[in-house]
């Protein structure tokens, strides 16, 4: 099987191939898809290809599971199984793929640990450009050059964390055949199929004539081909559509013909067929016929994903009429033709201004059917573009998306027709027709450019309060579309334009890696457990195979922010078949309340506080009933408001004579956006009842066992030793489950004691995003005094952060948050100020860096504003302020072994940091709408929980008599390669192979009262712990040696050992004691590129130098500064929650919330570990890697601002102020709107006071 991610085909962790025989091609094709939106019903005489059906650990490996394994590029291993069948699928197709081929191929994959780097250099080996440098051979430290036996100078690494000759060669021939029952049917005529279900019928129609039939019969029957839309619609929309017809095998739907004016699709044609036709029309046909193709190819290059755009049709694009259709508005530009047939009638129209009436609707009747639409070819003097802006650039719905054509009289520049048609600037795609209609007879040229976007300003106005917001972004783009348009057609035309205005170009990402191998006695070992991942062998809480009397439940939440509850009517729930129970506070026989401080409940019973609060569940015989009944329990609400603030201190010095001694002053506000973990696999419990005493065992996907066990026994009512928590893996966590994975937990575990019963629930997508939180939004209000030279002496900070409903682990945050006010510099006078504020949302929780990237981004952004007050390079004024070796920091703890000086250093130095800058403005100057960025950033990450007890860990050891070991300890796997570096930790001290050494699970019936797995200190404090207890067998096993003991085997084999930091605990009142064990430095320099006009960025090249002491596994410490890099990268640029006025959460899936794909990585990355750092405080003197690197990413934010300074000055007769507030995260909007220009002003939006936006910042 393969993984379910989030039900709507945007993860691709779910992906599987399909095969079948193609009759109109007359030979086999292979595909993938989202199995999470194929219906099995359309899967008649196809094959399908999981990733069991490749290789196993069983038998043996294919060479796609071995790369991926052992390149490092399998962490959680949730998404694993899905990106080895999208390149297994490509290999299939094209046993020696571009790089280019491979890259695409992933753009509906995503993964949320590895920082993609490793998947693609494991991936290249299969490329025939691959090689170190794609086969260009212009690295110095390319593969081509290495002889054996040479020096490696320091800044000259390795840069591969595997041998590439040891991989297994791909064989195409040994591939499976095509199943010979299947092959033997295609010459079979194909009949019509159907399917009946609960309440939907299926009809697979095998001619045009059937269809017609049926539609006629039947006209509200809904056609289905790919099922990428009609799918979401009844997973998350809850409509039913109880007669669904697929038309996919008749022949006219599917056929592609070349005519006399154009090109002719079926509608039922794929999209990747399409592509693949105008691919090779634009190869055969003269190249000013192919102008529309050119734009038809542009819009599907960023459409989708591979496994949506082999399935989804041209025709269900078009009919499905959505208003931000990558597609309508070229076909619409183009004038492309549509063919309409019902029973006894047909019909040709041309897409125009006609065919969408309104909001998803198409002028076709109720029986008429869309038959086929032809693509025109362009004709001479005529030219074509098409332009989509989304949040990613890779599967993403666009923002604003448009189509634009020009025919000029013929030998001149005299317009004779312009279409211009835009989606994402109405309720439906809409030509600008008041525009283009005044443009005739007009030359292209500068008066027309100035006429045309005064024209567009005025006459695609937008509302403020317009759904999906970014109105000032979205009426800027038109203008900006047009204007690249007009600079395209003139340089067609041969005319020469002052402005450069080309689109920011793919770049294929490579992977450079600056790796220094360690001495033997820190030996490079690949995580344990990715080979099985890799085939999917490895079961994560979801796969456990159900229990014979399983029941499954959903949760009922609220759909009110605020409200007092008045009635609960589940009547219409019990009619649903499967239906057991539906609960209620009133079933808990224990404590209703629940949560870190008792604040919250298992069910609100009186009273809502947020949307998504828990109100109730049901409880019935199948995930699909359960569904259906959650949906039909009806809650009557009396809404209501309330805030609620808390007050937090730190403060060191002469605040009022720090501001009176700087020379200058500056004072501001930054806003951080929250981030949602976006863990692969959701939130996923199974209760099993055990019938003696209330015993209870429970698999959970969850970085705290000892809280959900505790939870769980107090609602029972209970003790906690009747109740066993176990966790094998987790599908990522990032801090989202370590106190909210226990909202499910209690009510999984409440409906197997009611019941009787096993109960399992493993939350959709949706839901998990509505009810789970995420990490703190942050607001900031600063105030820094500094001198002339940039030397900082006063800085004082109010941080405000969005806690949420509960208080949850906000404290610790917001106290985190503090204590990195200063990031890596010393303030001599300095106060920081907290507050959380109780808001009507989801309770926000731990994410990774818990509190301290806000904190330090904060930090650096003051830091950025005072150099450009002071006309210094930024570097300079940060190396000026930097901390030294044996300083108190803010909260008094001395810094020692502070390495931070070498990282930024030799950052500089493998960088080239004054080079590339000298270059940057050299680029500046040529370039008017494209602009570089560089920022170097460094990062002080303080090691240990905050809450002193937490700093313990416990491990269990037990050795057979065959020489085994098994090793438990308190930590939780979730990608991070814990287990992996205890085992290491257990063989170095036992002098034993690791492959003697086996870790099982984590459980409460083994290693009790635990810490959860966060903060960074999991692979401190358990190493440790692993330690402690097997330095207790090793002597104890020393007498043995020596002599036969009379103890017994159990009495010196098996020991438990428990370790607890020394020397932590710090007071707020007396701003003393170390709230630190340690510190982690890293230093990243990052280079980007925006495009001004539409707000794009590009990362250019990351270096990354970071202080892991005497890494434990380097192999893993890279993949996580790596995989903390790209995350954070999704915090500072990319990923952006959007709330509804009312408190509801707009997105809630990967369709509207965007995290980092691989086209987003740096396309140059280098991660080099410092050397010779040992970390004399921790286990075998490493250090804590998995939160300090997040962080860096930030250096990503400050050069997208460095890039749109440049920008703002080359504008500056437009008198704008040199200090500009760019909040977080630096999206391609907030990027085009400080880039302001002669566009921008002419879309300046008024809102009214009384407005309601369609989203607010919370």
Partial sequence: ??????????????????????????????????????????????????????????????????????????????????????????????????????????????????????????????????????????????????????????????????????????????????????????????????????????????????????????????????????????????????????????????????????????????????????????????????????????????????????????????????????????????????????????????????????????????????????????????????????????????????GMRVLFKPESDQVQELDISFGGMADKTIPALKTTRKQQGRAWNEELLQEVCASLAEELSLEPDAPGGMVEFRRTLTLSFFFKFYLTVLQKLGKDSTDKCDKLDPTYASATLLFQKEPPANVQLFQEVPKGQAEDDMLFCDDIPPYSNELYLRLVTSTKAHARIKSIDISEAQKVPGFIHFLSADDIPGSNETGLFNDETVFAKHKVTCVGHIIGAVVTDTPEHAQRAAQAVKIE??????????????????????????????????????????????????????????????????????????????????????????????????????????????????????????????????????????????LARYKVGFMKTGKIVALEVEHYSNAGNTLDLSQSIMERALFHMDNCYKIPNIRGIGRLCKTNLSSNTAFRGFGGPQGMLIAEYWMSEVALTCRLPAEEVRRLNMYKEGDLTHFNQKLEGFTLPRCWDECLESSKYHARRNEIETFNKENCWKKRGLCIIPTKFGISFTVPFLNQAGALVHVYTDGSVLLTHGGTEMGQGLHTKMIQVASKALKIPTSKIYISETSTSTVPNTSPTAASVSADINGQAVYEACKTILQRLEPFKKKNPNGSWKDWVSLYEIYLTPNLGYSFETNSGNPFHYFSYGVACSEVEIDCLTGD??????????????????????????????????????????????????????????????????????????????????????????????????????????????????????????????????????????????????????????????????
């Fill in 637 to 778: 609400y009396e809404e209501l408001p309330a805030i609620i603030t808390i007050e937090l201190k730190i403060e060191k010095g002469d605040l009022k004579k720090g501001f009176a001694e700087a020379d200058n002053v500056v004072s501001g506000e930054l806003y951080i956006g929250g981030q949602e973990h976006f863990y692969l696999e959701t939130h996923c419990t199974i209760a099993v009842p055990k019938g003696e005493e209330g015993e209870m065992e429970l698999f959970v996907s969850t970085q705290n066992t000892m809280k959900t066990q505790s939870f769980v026994a107090k609602v029972l009512g209970v003790p906690d030793n009747r109740i066993v928590v176990r966790v094998k893996r987790m599908g990522g966590g990032f801090g989202g489950k370590e106190t909210r994975s226990t909202v499910l937990s209690t009510a999984v575990a409440l409906a197997a004691y009611k019941t009787g019963r096993p109960v399992r629930c493993m939350l959709d997508r949706d839901e998990d995003m509505l009810i789970t939180g995420g990490r703190h939004p942050f």
């Fill in 1097 to 1258: 960025h590009k990362n250019i090249r990351t270096d990354i130098v970071m202080d892991v002491g005497s890494s434990l596994n380097p192999a893993i410490d890279i993949g996580q500064v790596e995989g903390a890099f790209v995350q954070g990268l999704g915090l500072f640029t990319l990923e952006e929650l959007h709330y509804s006025p009312e408190g509801t959460l707009h997105t809630r899936g990967p369709s509207t919330y965007k995290i980092p794909a691989f086209g987003n990585i740096p396309i140059d990355f280098r991660v080099s570990l410092l050397r010779d750092c040992p970390n004399k405080k921790a286990i075998y003197a490493s250090k804590a890697v998995g939160e300090p690197p997040l962080f860096l990413a930030s250096s990503i934010f400050f050069a997208i601002k460095d890039a749109i300074c440049a920008a703002r000055a080359q504008h500056a007769d437009f008198k704008m102020k040199e200090l500009f507030q760019l909040d977080s995260p630096a999206t391609p909007e907030k990027i085009r709107n400080a880039c302001v220009d002669k566009f921008t002003t002419l879309c300046v939006t008024e809102v009214s006071a009384n407005c309601k936006p369609w989203s607010i910042r919370v």
């Fill in 1 to 402: 099987w393969d993984q379910l991610g989030c039900g709507e085909g945007g993860c691709g962790a779910c992906t599987v191939m399909l095969s079948k025989f193609d009759r109109l091609q007359k030979k086999i094709v292979h595909f993938s898809v989202n199995a999470c939106l194929a219906p099995i019903c359309s899967l008649h005489h196809v094959a399908v290809t999981t990733v069991e059906g490749i290789g196993s650990t069983k038998t043996r490996l294919h060479p796609v599971q071995e790369r991926i394994s052992k390149s490092h590029g399998s962490q959680c291993g949730f998404c694993t199984p899905g990106i080895v069948m999208s390149m297994y699928t490509l290999l299939r197709n094209n046993p020696e793929p571009t790089m280019e081929e491979i890259e695409n191929a992933f753009q509906g994959n995503l993964c949320r640990c590895t920082g993609y780097r490793p998947i693609l250099q494991g991936f290249r080996t299969f490329a025939k450009d691959g090689g170190c440098c794609g086969g260009t051979g212009e690295n110095p430290n390319c593969c081509m050059y290495q002889k054996e036996n040479s020096k490696v100078s320091p800044l000259n690494l390795s840069s591969s964390l595997f041998n590439s000759e040891e991989f297994l060669p791909l064989d195409p021939t040994q591939e499976p055949i095509f199943p010979p029952e299947l092959m033997r049917l295609k010459d079979e005529p194909q009949k019509q199929l159907c399917f009946q279900g609960e309440r939907v019928k299926w009809i697979q129609t095998a001619t045009l004539k059937e269809l017609l039939e049926l539609k006629a019969e039947h006209p509200d029957a809904k056609l289905v081909v790919g099922n990428t839309e009609i799918g979401i619609e009844m997973k998350f929309k809850n409509k039913l559509f109880p007669l669904i017809v697929c038309p996919a095998w008749i022949p006219e739907l599917n056929s592609v013909k070349r005519g006399p004016e154009g090109i002719s699709f079926g509608a039922a044609c794929p999209l990747s067929e399409m592509e693949k036709a105008l691919v090779a029309a634009i190869a055969e046909l003269p190249s000013y016929q192919t102008e529309v193709f050119k734009g038809v190819l542009e819009q599907l290059r960023w459409f989708a994903g591979k496994q949506v755009k082999s399935v989804a049709s041209v025709g269900g694009n078009i009919i499905n009429a959505s208003p931000i259709s990558d597609l309508n508005p070229v076909f619409m530009a183009s004038g492309s033709k549509l063919t309409l047939v019902s029973k006894g009638t047909k019909r040709t129209v041309r897409m125009d201004h006609m065919f969408f009436p309104s909001y998803r609707k198409t002028l076709l009747s109720p029986e008429e059917i869309l038959l086929s639409i032809e693509i025109p070819y362009s004709r001479k003097g005529e030219y074509f573009s098409a332009f989509k802006q989304a949040s990613r650039r890779e599967d993403d719905i666009a923002k604003v998306t448009c």
